[in-house]
């Protein structure tokens, strides 16, 4: 399996001596990319509508949903910090194949409601302080992917300080238009304390739960914190997780300011002065000049939206590329990845706004943040388990008292999507002359999603050994080598994957080189143990390789030629150079599926990256 964003991994140098903030520092950068996320135009729907309808009456919702989302990120980055597997990959590797389709489809309609959100807010955003056409608008979004490309090519420290620069944009913006709003401290306190005024405040409470505590943030975590490279001592890794800490709290603490300055906002300006019903965000940009009494207020309002948009914009894009990688296993060329994550947001926001129109906006923003909420179920519990499991995480399991409050937090968010979700059904059944067609297809697929969110919640209690399959196909006695030699070599390698590609590569081994050399089988193990432990580690499919490596010995055997076996461990770019290097062959022979073109502009190939650290030859057979 590949490294998580491996284009960044493990690309940032950390310090383990001198000044303690510059220590502290090398450090910083994932949570900020995380904190843009929660503070995306999703959350801006949700807060406004929030404020307009019900005042600071929802404010511990977010104060809530930001102390459940810290303790949560805080998981999400010890996962990826302990294990070296972002949630994604931790998943596919418990889980069975089928259930891990399912997962990954539910993370794409999560992460293209939360583009959907992001489009539709940064092409708001460009309306309200250009006048550039919303559809327009929405088109011109792509562009962000070229930039992703760009900022990604320099480097993951040039991303964090483009997101930084951002999110104090949106920072500052804010802290401004709260000088303007002067807002009543007193209500503002008042509205901490726990409370759910009606049914309708109760959907704009989970929209506003999905729009903070965002499932594809979860996989982003676990990924961004492995672009640091540090000590894999335990001392090396208990420093890991104490900075990514303070970087997660002071993050996601802005995001929390954000959000609440957008609130306030909206209580002070609309609520306090009776528009209650300001749910779009371009209302509410033309309510706060008159109502506060300055051109700046909505100036900075479009400013900050569009800071807003764009940040979430790239983290979004990198969260589709991780679970893509991470559940399929699947290396799509990055680019190819974000473009492909970009149409998925912005072909329904252009279907959408050509059919209904433009003042369907606000609505499409909270329905995407409450599709959000339904998805975290399934990311939470997961990784939940992943933490909690002494044999992934070792030394560094969380604490019975972090694992209840994680439980807590998981079983508020499920119980109140299931009312949601139950309470919404209930409805179009009510409402529906004929509800044959609901009882038919949405109560059975509401019921399964159910059955799968238990599924996932109580196997890994029942099962906790990582899943491996063995996906070889060892037609060992279909195999025909041929003896003929054109050329002569002393030391030959010939690397195997047990599929079909090893007989051709084999019978060009011997005609290149001739019986007489001294043949060399390699087969590299790419299990989750053999990319943490190496040569050290003793799992299921280590073991059944070997047993495979030993058949082919066996075999060519039979027809009189010796050969020699060798496991290497990890990626196969890697493991076969260095073995290469270690024993001095003179030429390496590998086979290849054979496909090109396309395929390889979408998969790139295991061949791409090896040719350029070998300092032999390399003799590529098609098979």
């Not at 302990?82 to 309609?109: C, I, M, W």
């Not at 993050?251 to 609130?263: P, R, S």
């Not at 009494?293 to 800071?307: Q, R, S």
Request: with cysteine.
């Amino acid at each position: 399996m590949s490294k998580s964003l491996e284009e960044v991994h493990e690309s940032v140098q950390t310090r383990t001596t001198g000044n303690f903030y510059r220590r502290i520092l090398a450090f910083f950068g994932p949570a900020y990319l995380i904190s843009v996320g929660y503070m995306d135009p999703g959350n801006w729907a949700t807060d406004i509508a929030g404020g307009s309808q019900f005042g600071y009456s929802l404010l511990w919702v977010l104060l809530m949903s930001n102390i459940m989302a810290l303790l949560l990120q805080s998981l999400s980055a010890r996962l990826g910090i302990v294990t070296r597997r972002d949630l994604a990959q931790a998943s596919r590797e418990t889980y069975s194949k089928p259930v891990n389709y399912v997962l990954y489809f539910l993370a794409e309609v999560a992460i293209a409601a939360c583009d959907l959100a992001e489009v539709l807010g940064m092409a708001i955003g460009l309306n309200l302080l250009f006048g550039i056409p919303l559809f327009e608008g929405v088109i011109i979004t792509v562009l962000d992917t070229f930039l992703l490309l760009f900022l990604i090519h320099k480097g993951i420290r040039k991303m964090e300080a483009f997101i930084i620069a951002l999110v104090g944009i949106i920072g500052l913006s804010f802290l401004f238009e709260m000088i303007f709003a002067a807002p009543d401290v007193s209500q503002v306190i008042r509205g901490l304390i726990p409370g759910i005024p009606n049914e309708t405040a109760l959907y704009i409470a989970i929209g506003i739960i999905g729009a903070t505590v965002m499932p594809h943030n979860l996989y982003l975590h676990s990924s961004l914190v492995q672009t640091r490279k540090f000590d894999r001592s335990s001392e090396g890794i208990k420093r890991a997780l104490k900075y990514n800490f303070i970087d997660s709290a002071i993050a996601l603490n802005l995001a929390f300011f954000v959000n609440a300055a957008i609130l306030i906002l909206a209580a002070t300006t609309f609520y306090k002065n009776g528009y209650f019903e300001v749910a779009e965000i371009q209302d509410a940009y033309r309510f706060l000049e008159p109502l506060l009494g300055t051109e700046w207020a909505p100036i900075l309002f479009a400013v900050a939206l569009i800071a807003a948009g764009q940040s979430s914009t790239i983290t979004g894009t990198l969260a589709g590329q991780i679970i893509m990688e991470g559940y399929l296993n699947l290396r799509i060329q990055p680019w190819v990845r974000r473009i492909i994550t970009r149409l998925i947001a912005i072909v329904p926001a252009l279907i959408v706004i050509s059919v209904f129109g433009e003042e369907v906006t606000g609505k499409m923003l909270i329905f995407s943040q409450v599709v959000l909420s339904l998805q975290l179920g399934f990311a939470i519990i997961p990784l939940i388990h992943f933490v909690s499991d002494r044999t992934k995480m070792q030394e560094f399991v969380i604490s019975k008292p972090t694992r209840i409050a994680a439980w807590v937090i998981a079983i508020i968010i499920v119980s109140l999507n299931v009312k949601l979700v139950f309470e919404e059904i209930s409805l179009w059944i009510q409402g529906a002359t004929d509800p044959t067609w609901l009882y038919l297809t949405v109560v059975p697929l509401a019921a399964g999603f159910l059955l799968l969110l238990l599924y996932i919640a109580i196997r890994p209690l029942v099962y906790r050994s990582p899943r491996t399959t063995n996906k070889h196909l060892p037609h060992l006695q279909d195999l025909t080598f041929e003896s003929a030699a054109i050329a002569a070599r002393n030391k030959v390698a010939i690397a195997v994957d047990f599929s079909k590609s090893d007989e051709a590569a084999i019978n060009h081994a011997l005609k290149i080189a001739g019986t007489n050399a001294h043949f060399t089988l390699i087969h590299v193990v790419e299990t989750v143990g053999a990319l943490m432990y190496g040569s050290e580690t003793a799992d299921h499919e280590s073991a059944a390789d070997k047993k495979l490596l030993d058949d082919y010995k066996k075999l060519l055997a039979q027809k009189d030629i010796t050969v020699d076996v060798l496991l290497g461990y990890g990626k196969p770019h890697l493991a076969l150079s260095e073995l290469v290097a270690k024993h001095e062959f003179d030429l390496l022979v590998m086979g290849t599926h054979g496909h090109a073109g396309f395929k390889d502009l979408l998969f790139g190939t295991t061949i791409d990256k090896l040719r350029h650290r070998l300092k032999i030859p390399l003799f590529i057979v098609n098979a």
